[in-house]
Each structure stands twice: as structure tokens, then as C-alpha cells.
């Protein structure tokens, strides 16, 4: 049987769906079994992605479901609304990536104080996160000896020392003096991070311009906190391993969302 244009184009677009499902299943798996466990970004990213394989399997069977229920008048307003839905949200995503972008790239001017924002710490030892966190710190620093550091983040649940402690202790094994970095050691939230840590930079008379230094995909809403502060700032970006990358950034977006609206 011989296949037309458009047969053949349905073909190759459902198999992009399964492909990109089964691609993509995997991304948000990976730190599901591993220390991440779950949140509304793994979970959002293996709903999405089983949908995308669902659908792609089942084409012709949903769309004549789709079809048989626009004859109905309130099944065709549910479906209308669906889409809309489905609209807002990719809307939505392109504006909250273009943000975020511009964010991670807003290079600093070497005039700044650096601002390091505390993660997860594993008893006396940084995270993935916060050690990326770190290291474009220890680069920056490196690379601007008059640049002096702030390390922000408090001690939480399972960890042995602050998380402050264990930047300096990350960054002064690295050869960066001491001197050069202050420690807040009582934030527990991004807002905290900033808030206490222009106390600090106040008190010992540090440029009130900052760089602040987090993971890549955290830059924007980092930026809006320090806006809100009346802080002046720019970014260093920490480089998320890959296979987190998917997970965080789209936790992100619901972060961002969260504190817009609220």
C-alpha cells in the first residue's frame, strides 16, 4: 500500500513524541533513584514525559476521542479549556527560560563583592550543587585576588557544620586566603542568603554591589530577592551536572511562579 505526504509525516511525528518521552524519561529518573528522591520537578518531568509516549503510541485512538468529544457541547468547552491550558503553560515556559538566560548572564564588572549561596550539605561535605557552587567561586577568585567572598547558608538537618563552615573550608583547602572570605552562618532561605549577608558585607565596610554565585538555573530568582533588598547584582554561575539539570530547572519554573505570585 502505497503511503501519501501526510500518512507519512504522522509517522515521523509520532515517532518524535515516543522518541522524546523515552529519551527524556530516563533524565528524570536517574536522580529519582539517586540522593535528589522526589519533587515537583522529577515528577513533572516523568508525567510529561510518559505522556509524550502515551500519545505518540496511541495517536489515532486519542485524537478520535478528541474528535467524538467535540460534538458534545460541554466535553468541547472541557477540551477548549485543555488547550488553552496547554498554551498558557508553554507560554509561560519560554518567558521564564528567556528570564532566566538573561540572568545567568549578567556577567559581573570584577567590581563586586561575591556572594556564595549555601546548599545541601552531606555532614562535613558540600553537595553536588553547592560544590559546583564553589568551584566558579574558586575560579572567580582565582582569577580576582581583590575580590573578597561572602559564604552564606546556615546548618540544617544532618549537617555536622554550617554551611558556611564548609564553603570556607572548601575554598581556603583551595589556596584562597582567608581573609578574603566573611561567613554567614544563620540563613536558612535565598532571602536569608541575601538579607544577612549584606549585614555582613555593612559591617566590614565590603563593595555593596554583589556577584552572586548559585547554580545556573537559580540565577533569576535569586536576582528578585536581591532586587527587592535594593541590592545591585550580577551572576556567577555554578554548572549543573546534566543529568540533574532537567529536574532542577524545572523545579525552578514552579519556584518562580511561587514567587510571583506570592
Wanted: net charge neutral; aromatic share 10%; with cysteine.
Amino acid at each position: 500500500m502505497k503511503l501519501n505526504k501526510k500518512r507519512i509525516g504522522l509517522i515521523i511525528f509520532r515517532i518524535i513524541l515516543v522518541a522524546v518521552g523515552v529519551y527524556s524519561l530516563p533524565l528524570f529518573l536517574i536522580p529519582l533513584s539517586l540522593s535528589v528522591g522526589v519533587n515537583i520537578g522529577n515528577a513533572t518531568g516523568i508525567g510529561v514525559a510518559v505522556l509524550l509516549i502515551v500519545y505518540g503510541l496511541f495517536f489515532t485512538v486519542i485524537n478520535r476521542g478528541i474528535r467524538t468529544s467535540l460534538k458534545h457541547k460541554v466535553l468541547r468547552y472541557f477540551v477548549y479549556f485543555a488547550g488553552l491550558v496547554a498554551s498558557t503553560i508553554l507560554v509561560l515556559v519560554i518567558v521564564l527560560t528567556t528570564l532566566m538566560v538573561g540572568a545567568m548572564n549578567n556577567a559581573p564588572k570584577g567590581q563586586e563583592t561575591l556572594v556564595v549561596l549555601g546548599c545541601r550539605v552531606y555532614g562535613e561535605r558540600p553537595s553536588l550543587s553547592l560544590q559546583e557552587r564553589l568551584d566558579a567561586a574558586l575560579v572567580y577568585l582565582e582569577e580576582h585576588p581583590e575580590t573578597y567572598c561572602v559564604v552564606s547558608g546556615g546548618q540544617g538537618d544532618g549537617e555536622n557544620i554550617s554551611e558556611a563552615e564548609c564553603m570556607y573550608r572548601y575554598l581556603t583547602d583551595r589556596g584562597i586566603d582567608g581573609i578574603r572570605i566573611f561567613k554567614e552562618d544563620a540563613s536558612t532561605t535565598t532571602r536569608e542568603n541575601l538579607e544577612y549577608s549584606l549585614a555582613v558585607i555593612e559591617e566590614n565596610g565590603l563593595p555593596q554591589e554583589i556577584a552572586i554565585v548559585t547554580s545556573e538555573y537559580h540565577q533569576y530568582r535569586a536576582s528578585l530577592v536581591a532586587k527587592e533588598l535594593g541590592l545591585s547584582n550580577t551572576a556567577v554561575c555554578g554548572k549543573t551536572a546534566k543529568w540533574l539539570l532537567p529536574t532542577f530547572y524545572i523545579r525552578e519554573l514552579y519556584g518562580i511562579l511561587y514567587q510571583w505570585v506570592f
